[in-house]
């Protein structure tokens, strides 16, 4: 009802010369009410982890000049904000800058803290160290990174994560809703970042609050209440920002001073409130207040939302309260509603219909493998550190663990951050690495030193390791052999079963020879070190070392290896006085190319075959009886720059090409062909700046593929987007299957989407998928699979075809915040170019129904390298002093083909964090997509497990109270499949079973600890 002006004047002077406006009491005390709707007030801040500044740079807020942002203000001004009412509720999440806090707290602050904690006045949602990234993320990084977050809040406060809260990431997978929400325990996952066509679809259904069954293996039984915000992260439509330089209108209530607006502020309330309350189902709305790093004087924004939640509750047309994503949930699941069911994922996202944002996939390749070969690097460290026994002064793999957990951020990893912020990560990265190597090299000497059955304090064998083996620099290998010197190579195998691979490393002269531990000579290949390899190794280890390499080596030697499982083996790397054997090479000049000299490689069942012009254009594999014609090369996407009428770039995020230019070989360069008796290769200079070798093992039925692409030219002013392709003639019928962070394929159909009709506007990038471990298409006979070496994007555009971006170089910003070109230089001396990209990737091809086996083992091995330590000897016998081989699991033991082990940790408690992955869908495999089991026994035969405790994913608190616990919301179709999981693990049997997909965490005490040499 309007009041009419004179009683309108009259109520204000009331007001102006009354005395109840000195104080109002604001009445926050506010519940849920029942037949209302109810607006949960979520007060929150969202705190990139790095981005356009680093993280500690966002801690301190320094560097303000870029963005006025500082994190101790936000969590200070928590402390103040909550003590003066406490009904006020505050939410946190990034818990790398909690700890960074935390630790620096006075005992008053923290007991006053853990009050606001135990009181629910403030909350930990998602709990891990940072908000990972869905798409460029492997399941393990995405595992380790939330354990670390959620193991120090149980241990700090006794409190458990229930909510996970993704609400950034750049569209969202499904391991983040089976795995890393359903199997920590959360009851419900956040997020916003959605398709616009599939969110636009939603919220005219009132879909946006879903069941998300996001797994094929697991069905229903792990659904997951999922809501995507209607907009975004931020606070409702109608002006609802409090920071103190924000400029909506504060609520200002006070009758002595001008501008008073209760009424106004409250009906723009109620109408955001009605409008969100449309497009959802249930009496209950969630208002996100608050966006990135704000709360830094939280006052100002809590004294607007009291003034809210006070008058709005005057006014009684909806209800609002402070709330919490967990009240939240609570209530939707009291609702008791069905609810939609979503499959599979939300991949890719675009928020406009030019701006799909796949660039990201690829964005950045060179700190995507860095963190990959750090994930695999600490897998293995924590292991040995495990076997060692984990030492109270160091060094120890926290550091690195510390650097990798935020390398996973969403503005990390997936390279959308400045460049001075992505040099940090690195350098974090490099400071993780350099101490667990300490530990890594100790324990290796610790472990081959026979004295010291029993734990070893002061090991003297050194061993050095070479982390830019991939641009050919190892000084230990590169020593003049000689004068009756020899190196030994320590060779060890992180996986749970024996391994036979082939190991390459540079040396200066031709006149060695290989050992094995026995003292038998082991078959041994030399392939001359080209120029390529030579010059990327020149500018690259004076650009990160700053001084140029003394010795030059003139050789790859190649040997193979063959490795205990969770073990190592020894190789010895010895002078000869007689040359090894030398690769033979032939040169071969595209003007001499005709049909009739095509050119083989392959010496075991593997056979290739390129024409003169160094095209591959036919695959076979006698063992396999594969027979298939295949070819293989390069393309650029130009990247849009923008224009005035349509402004959206290619750029950091967003993939948007704007022609395609097939990249040929230009022959001004001859062929090589290498021949030797382990692998064969062909090294091809494609043009000034693709450099490509394919190798064909004599013992592998896959082809690898070895580029090195870059400087990308941009004289032209125009970016560059590059791609490599694979085409063969199998009818894939628009289908290819791309993983889900290293774990789950999922069915991906070219320009289809199954829950909605799909507007194709941008037929190559809307059909990007992210890959981290590989893509797959397939017909009625065969199939074709592309295997990675770290994230990147990829898909198929045309039936038989596979393609996979490896590197990007971009002129202009795509405007979604990073405000730079992602133009990645390296700077030396010499100057500076464009960042040249060396990678590999793995293609096979198998009769239909074959290839998970390959996929799965050889992308285990892919992730997890061999590691390699070289110490040097002057003579003498190693075997007299030292032990060669070695395993920690009993020597006639080996896990099963489909199990993996993700997890060895020896934590600071002293029990161990035990964690096993089957490594196969259901229906995946005929034989291996089975229920696997694992003797713990026979796996630490030396150990007594005293006491082995299942827990949830995080390791946070016992799997099954998690189970019992965890909110199972309704769907619309309750879903009837047989699930195979494994049973409860007997302590005296300790047989751990695991079905198709499933991952088991264990905390487990062992009673003594004695090393297990063979
Ligand atoms: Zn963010």
């Known amino acids: 009802?309007?009041?009419?002006?004179?009683?309108?004047?009259?109520?204000?002077?009331?007001?102006?010369?009354?005395?109840?406006?000195?104080?109002?009491?604001?009445?926050?005390?506010?519940?849920?009410?029942?037949?209302?709707?109810?607006?949960?007030?979520?007060?929150?801040?969202?705190?990139?982890?790095?981005?356009?500044?680093?993280?500690?740079?966002?801690?301190?807020?320094?560097?303000?000049?870029?963005?006025?942002?500082?994190?101790?203000?936000?969590?200070?001004?928590?402390?103040?904000?909550?003590?003066?009412?406490?009904?006020?509720?505050?939410?946190?999440?990034?818990?790398?800058?909690?700890?960074?806090?935390?630790?620096?707290?006075?005992?008053?602050?923290?007991?006053?803290?853990?009050?606001?904690?135990?009181?629910?006045?403030?909350?930990?949602?998602?709990?891990?160290?940072?908000?990972?990234?869905?798409?460029?993320v492997h399941y393990i990084d995405m595992i380790d990174q939330t354990t670390l977050g959620h193991r120090f809040i149980k241990q700090e406060f006794g409190k458990i994560p229930r909510i996970g809260w993704q609400i950034d990431p750049f569209g969202h997978s499904s391991v983040q809703a089976y795995l890393l929400s359903a199997q920590v325990g959360f009851d419900a996952l956040y997020f916003f970042r959605i398709?616009?066509?599939?969110?636009?679809?939603?919220?005219?259904?009132?879909?946006?609050?879903?069941?998300?069954?996001?797994?094929?293996?697991?069905?229903?039984?792990?659904?997951?209440?999922?809501?995507?915000?209607?907009?975004?992260?931020?606070?409702?439509?109608?002006?609802?920002?409090?920071?103190?330089?924000?400029?909506?209108?504060?609520?200002?209530?006070?009758?002595?001073?001008?501008?008073?607006?209760?009424?106004?502020?409250?009906?723009?309330?109620?109408?955001?409130?009605?409008?969100?309350?449309?497009?959802?189902?249930?009496?209950?709305?969630?208002?996100?207040?608050?966006?990135?790093?704000?709360?830094?004087?939280?006052?100002?924004?809590?004294?607007?939302?009291?003034k809210l939640i006070h008058?709005?509750?005057?006014?009684?047309?909806?209800?609002?309260?402070?709330?919490?994503?967990?009240?939240?949930?609570?209530?939707?699941?009291?609702?008791?509603?069905?609810?939609?069911?979503?499959?599979?994922?939300?991949?890719?996202?675009?928020?406009?219909?030019?701006?799909?944002?796949?660039?990201?996939?690829?964005?950045?390749?060179?700190?995507?493998?860095?963190?990959?070969?750090?994930?695999?690097?600490?897998?293995?460290?924590?292991?040995?550190?495990?076997?060692?026994?984990?030492?109270?002064?160091?060094?120890?793999?926290?550091?690195?663990?510390?650097?990798?957990?935020?390398?996973?951020?969403?503005?990390?990893?997936?390279?959308?951050?400045?460049?001075?912020?992505?040099?940090?990560?690195?350098?974090?990265?490099?400071?993780?690495?350099?101490?667990?190597?300490?530990?890594?090299?100790?324990?290796?000497?610790?472990?081959?030193?026979?004295?010291?059955?029993?734990?070893c304090s002061n090991p003297t064998t050194k061993f050095e390791q070479c982390p830019l083996l991939n641009i050919s620099y190892c000084p230990p290998s590169e020593v003049d052999l000689s004068n009756g010197k020899f190196l030994a190579v320590v060779v060890y195998n992180s996986l749970g079963w024996k391994r036979e691979d082939v190991l390459r490393v540079p040396v200066v002269s031709q006149y060695v020879s290989v050992q094995d531990s026995e003292g038998r000579e082991v078959e041994s290949q030399l392939l001359p070190l080209t120029n390529a390899s030579l010059r990327l190794r020149r500018q690259h280890v004076k650009a990160y070392l700053g001084t140029s390499p003394t010795a030059t080596p003139k050789y790859w030697l190649i040997f193979p290896a063959s490795v205990p499982a969770l073990g190592f083996s020894t190789y010895f790397i010895s002078g000869s006085t007689k040359s090894g054997k030398v690769a033979s090479l032939e040169t071969l000049y595209p003007s001499q190319g005709s049909t009739m000299n095509s050119v083989a490689i392959g010496k075991g069942h593997l056979k290739l075959l390129f024409n003169a012009n160094g095209g591959l254009y036919q695959y076979s594999d006698g063992k396999n009886l594969v027979n298939a014609g295949i070819g293989q090369t390069y393309k650029f996407y130009s990247s849009y720059n923008g224009s005035n009428t349509d402004p959206q770039a290619s750029g950091a995020y967003i993939f948007r090409p704007d022609g395609t230019y097939p990249i040929e070989y230009e022959g001004t360069e001859p062929l090589m062909v290498m021949k030797g008796s382990i692998v064969d290769e062909v090294h091809q200079q494609i043009n000034p700046w693709?450099?490509?070798?394919?190798?064909?093992?004599?013992?592998?039925?896959?082809?690898?593929?070895?580029?090195?692409?870059?400087?990308?030219?941009?004289?032209?002013?125009?970016?560059?987007?590059?791609?490599?392709?694979?085409?063969?003639?199998?009818?894939?019928?628009?289908?290819?299957?791309?993983?889900?962070?290293?774990?789950?394929?999922?069915?991906?159909?070219?320009?289809?989407?199954?829950?909605?009709?799909?507007?194709?506007?941008?037929?190559?990038?809307?059909?990007?998928?992210?890959?981290?471990?590989?893509?797959?298409?397939?017909?009625?006979?065969?199939?074709?699979?592309?295997?990675?070496?770290?994230?990147?994007?990829?898909?198929?555009?045309?039936?038989?075809?596979?393609?996979?971006?490896?590197?990007?170089?971009?002129?202009?910003?795509?405007?979604?915040?990073?405000?730079?070109?992602?133009?990645?230089?390296?700077?030396?001396?010499?100057?500076?170019?464009?960042?040249?990209?060396?990678?590999?990737?793995?293609?096979?091809?198998?009769?239909?129904?074959?290839?998970?086996?390959?996929?799965?083992?050889?992308?285990?091995?892919?992730?997890?390298?061999?590691?390699?330590?070289?110490?040097?000897?002057?003579?003498?016998?190693?075997?007299?002093s030292h032990v060669s081989n070695f395993t920690a699991m009993d020597p006639s033991y080996s896990l099963p083909d489909n199990v993996a082990l993700v997890t060895l940790e020896a934590l600071e408690d002293g029990s161990v964090l035990l964690r096993l992955a089957h490594l196969y869908e259901v229906d995946e495999d005929k034989d291996l997509s089975v229920m696997a089991s694992v003797n713990l026994k026979k796996m630490f035969p030396d150990k007594k497990v005293s006491k082995i405790v299942e827990t949830n994913l995080s390791a946070n608190q016992e799997r099954y109270e998690m189970e019992k616990k965890r909110l199972k919301f309704k769907a619309a179709d309750t879903g009837s499949e047989t699930i195979t999981r494994g049973s409860p693990v007997d302590p005296s049997e300790l047989i751990v079973e695991l079905g198709p997909m499933e991952i088991r965490t264990f905390i487990v005490n062992f009673n003594y600890i004695k090393l297990h040499k063979s």
């Open 195 to 306: 398709d616009y066509q599939d969110k636009n679809k939603r919220k005219d259904l009132k879909e946006l609050e879903v069941v998300w069954r996001a797994s094929k293996t697991f069905g229903s039984s792990l659904d997951i209440f999922s809501g995507i915000f209607p907009k975004n992260y931020e606070p409702p439509p109608g002006d609802f920002y409090f920071e103190v330089d924000d400029k909506s209108p504060v609520v200002q209530d006070d009758h002595l001073l001008f501008d008073y607006n209760v009424q106004e502020r409250v009906d723009d309330f109620v109408a955001a409130a009605l409008a969100q309350a449309n497009i959802t189902r249930t009496n209950h709305v969630m208002f996100t207040m608050g966006t990135d790093f704000k709360y830094q004087y939280a006052e100002s924004w809590f004294r607007n939302l009291d």
């Open 1 to 136: 009802m309007a009041m009419a002006p004179l009683l309108l004047f009259l109520s204000l002077s009331l007001g102006y010369f009354g005395v109840d406006s000195a104080y109002i009491a604001y009445n926050t005390s506010q519940q849920i009410v029942a037949g209302k709707l109810n607006v949960h007030v979520v007060a929150h801040t969202h705190d990139d982890v790095g981005w356009l500044k680093t993280v500690d740079q966002y801690y301190v807020g320094s560097n303000n000049s870029i963005q006025g942002a500082c994190v101790q203000n936000v969590l200070d001004s928590m402390v103040t904000a909550l003590l003066k009412d406490k009904n006020r509720k505050f939410i946190y999440v990034e818990q790398a800058f909690f700890q960074r806090w935390w630790r620096q707290q006075s005992e008053m602050i923290k007991e006053t803290v853990k009050g606001f904690i135990d009181s629910g006045q403030l909350e930990f949602i998602n709990g891990g160290m940072c908000m990972h990234d869905e798409a460029t």
């Open 311 to 455: 008058y709005v509750n005057k006014d009684g047309r909806v209800n609002a309260l402070y709330s919490t994503p967990s009240i939240y949930t609570d209530a939707k699941f009291a609702a008791n509603e069905k609810w939609p069911i979503k499959t599979d994922d939300f991949f890719p996202y675009a928020d406009n219909p030019n701006a799909y944002w796949t660039g990201y996939f690829t964005s950045r390749p060179a700190l995507k493998r860095y963190v990959r070969q750090m994930s695999a690097y600490y897998l293995a460290a924590r292991q040995l550190e495990f076997l060692t026994g984990r030492s109270a002064s160091g060094p120890t793999t926290d550091s690195l663990a510390d650097a990798l957990a935020i390398a996973q951020h969403h503005d990390a990893v997936s390279g959308t951050e400045k460049q001075h912020v992505a040099n940090d990560y690195a350098k974090r990265l490099y400071i993780g690495y350099a101490e667990a190597e300490k530990l890594v090299t100790s324990s290796l000497a610790c472990l081959t030193e026979s004295s010291s059955k029993i734990g």
């Open 690 to 880: 693709i450099y490509q070798i394919t190798r064909a093992y004599k013992s592998k039925e896959y082809l690898e593929t070895e580029f090195i692409v870059g400087p990308i030219p941009v004289q032209d002013g125009v970016g560059k987007e590059v791609v490599t392709e694979i085409t063969t003639n199998i009818a894939s019928n628009k289908t290819f299957y791309t993983d889900s962070n290293g774990r789950d394929f999922i069915k991906r159909i070219r320009d289809y989407r199954k829950e909605w009709h799909l507007q194709v506007d941008q037929p190559v990038a809307g059909n990007y998928y992210p890959i981290n471990l590989g893509i797959y298409i397939q017909d009625e006979s065969k199939e074709l699979s592309v295997l990675v070496d770290r994230s990147v994007g990829g898909s198929s555009i045309a039936d038989g075809q596979i393609e996979l971006m490896v590197h990007r170089r971009l002129l202009v910003d795509d405007d979604r915040g990073v405000d730079e070109a992602l133009n990645e230089t390296v700077c030396t001396s010499y100057g500076c170019a464009g960042l040249v990209i060396q990678g590999k990737y793995y293609t096979r091809i198998d009769p239909v129904g074959e290839g998970a086996k390959w996929r799965r083992t050889f992308g285990q091995e892919i992730y997890s390298p061999l590691l390699l330590a070289f110490s040097e000897m002057d003579g003498g016998n190693w075997g007299s």
